[in-house]
C-alpha cells in the first residue's frame, strides 16, 4: 500500500507499508540512540542489510562526537543498501510529552533532509522514528513526521525531490495515512491512493 502527495512544487512525499532496507534511495534515515553503537528495530535491521561498514564507520565518528544529542543525526556510508548515506538520527525516548520530546523528533526529520540537501540528494527515506522501542504515541510522530517534510518541500530550489516514509506495520502505515490526509485537507492538493 502506499500514498502519494505531490507538493505545487513537484515535489513528493511518498508513504509506503515495507520494510527500508529494500527501498532504494539516495539516503536512508535509521531511527537509532545517542551512543551510535546498533541496537534492535529498523536500527538492527539496517546494519544486518547493509553490512560491518556502517558500524567500522560510526567507530570512526564515535570518538571525536562523544554521544550524539538527541534530535541530532550523522551521515554514513550504506554499505550493501541500496543506498548512497544512512543518516543515523537519535529519537527522543518517550516520557510523556513535557521533555522536549515533539521537539527533539521533529529536529530529527529537519537534520536529516539538511544532510540530505547539503549532499544534493535527490531522495531520502525514513522509518517511523521513536515509535517502536522509545515508546512515542504513534499520532503524535505521524503528524510531526509529515508536516516538517511537507514544510520542507515546500521550500524553493531544494534538491530532495522525493522523501519516503517506509512503515512496516499496517497500524503505523495506517496512522501516517490520517497524518497525511488530515494535514492535507486544509491544503491545495489531496493525497492520491496507489
Ligand atoms: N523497515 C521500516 N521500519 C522498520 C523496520 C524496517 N526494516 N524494522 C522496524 N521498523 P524502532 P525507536 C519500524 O524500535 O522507537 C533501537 O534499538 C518499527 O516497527 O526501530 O526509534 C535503536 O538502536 C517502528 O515502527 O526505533 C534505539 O536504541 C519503527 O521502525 C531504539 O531502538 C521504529 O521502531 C530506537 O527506538
Given at each position: 500500500m502506499q500514498l502519494k502527495h505531490q507538493l505545487p512544487n513537484g515535489r513528493r512525499l511518498i508513504v509506503l507499508e515495507g520494510d527500508i532496507t529494500r527501498v532504494p534511495v539516495d539516503a536512508i534515515a535509521n531511527a537509532a540512540n545517542s551512543d551510535l553503537a546498533g541496537g534492535g528495530g529498523v536500527d538492527g535491521a539496517i546494519h544486518r542489510a547493509g553490512g560491518p561498514a556502517i558500524m567500522q564507520e560510526l567507530d570512526r565518528i564515535r570518538p571525536a562526537l562523544g554521544r550524539l544529542p538527541t534530535g541530532q543525526a550523522v551521515a554514513t556510508t550504506a554499505g550493501r543498501l541500496p543506498a548512497?548515506?544512512?543518516?543515523?538520527?537519535?529519537?527522543?525516548?518517550?516520557?510523556?510529552?513535557?521533555?522536549?520530546?515533539?521537539?527533539?523528533?521533529?529536529?530529527?526529520?529537519?537534520?536529516?533532509?539538511?544532510?540530505?540537501?547539503?549532499?544534493?540528494?535527490?531522495?531520502?527515506?525514513?522509518?517511523?522514528?521513536?515509535?517502536?522501542?522509545?515508546g512515542y504515541p504513534l499520532?503524535?510522530?505521524?503528524?510531526?513526521?509529515?508536516?516538517?517534510?511537507?514544510?520542507?518541500?515546500?521550500?524553493?530550489?531544494?534538491?530532495?525531490?522525493?522523501?519516503?516514509m517506509v512503515l512496516f506495520d499496517p497500524a503505523t502505515y495506517l496512522a501516517y495515512q490520517r497524518a497525511l490526509t488530515h494535514g492535507t485537507s486544509r491544503r491545495a492538493s489531496r493525497p492520491a491512493e496507489a
Open positions: 548512497k548515506f544512512v543518516f543515523h538520527a537519535a529519537g527522543p525516548i518517550w516520557h510523556g510529552g513535557e521533555r522536549g520530546e515533539p521537539e527533539a523528533l521533529a529536529s530529527c526529520y529537519r537534520v536529516c533532509l539538511a544532510l540530505a540537501e547539503e549532499r544534493g540528494l535527490r531522495s531520502v527515506s525514513f522509518p517511523s522514528i521513536s515509535t517502536g522501542i522509545y499520532d503524535l510522530a505521524a503528524l510531526i513526521a509529515v508536516n516538517e517534510i511537507i514544510a520542507f518541500l515546500s521550500q524553493p530550489a531544494i534538491t530532495v525531490e522525493d522523501v519516503w
